[in-house]
């Protein structure tokens, strides 16, 4: 407060300490403002625009003083742990995730690295919420322990969705082009 009845607000460059969707929602504006934000596709702070575009969107959060990164072509660029092939499909940046262990910890471990923080992984987001859910709960309704090894049911949950993930593909591979 200042002289008590005012406030002073300080603009904070954005880094680990603010919330991906607050970004998100300011360059909108930003961009909106600019009138841009129906030129391009946004994930967070990563943009996908016709090379034409690359000039005035560079400009417009510049203006609201905020820098940018440098342009990549989408061919040669990686966004949250894919990266785009030269055909303009995406495909995960190293191998498909197994589970290592049959544990409630296992489970999770398989699940955050299979799914992540990628968009595009469909019908494998539900998928493996639900088998962490159901490797939480032991098959006589205690609580299971981190480390414990899962009951048979949970164990062959997790082989059934390993079986379908080996048949269906990676599906954070199968998403098309912006």
Request: glycine content about 8%; charged content about 25%; aromatic content about 8%.
């Amino acid at each position: 407060m200042l002289g008590g009845d005012s406030s002073k607000y300080f603009r904070r460059p954005f880094g680990l300490s603010i919330a991906p969707k607050c970004l998100s929602v300011v360059l909108s504006r930003i961009l909106s403002n600019a009138g841009l934000d129906g030129c391009l596709d946004k994930y967070l702070d990563d943009l996908i625009l016709p090379v034409s575009h690359v000039e005035p969107v560079k400009r417009a959060p510049l203006s609201d003083g905020f820098d940018t990164k440098p342009a990549e072509h989408l061919t040669r660029s990686r966004v949250l742990g894919l990266e785009c092939a030269a055909t303009g499909h995406w495909r995960r940046r190293g191998s498909v995730p197994r589970l290592e262990s049959y544990t409630r910890q296992g489970v999770h471990r398989w699940a955050g690295r299979f799914v992540a923080h990628y968009p595009t992984v469909s019908w494998a987001r539900p998928a493996f919420s639900a088998l962490k859910r159901l490797a939480c709960v032991a098959h006589d309704g205690h609580s299971a322990t981190w480390d414990e090894p899962l009951d048979d049911h949970a164990r062959r949950d997790c082989d059934l969705l390993q079986a379908d993930t080996d048949s269906r593909g990676d599906s954070a591979m199968m998403a098309e082009p912006s």
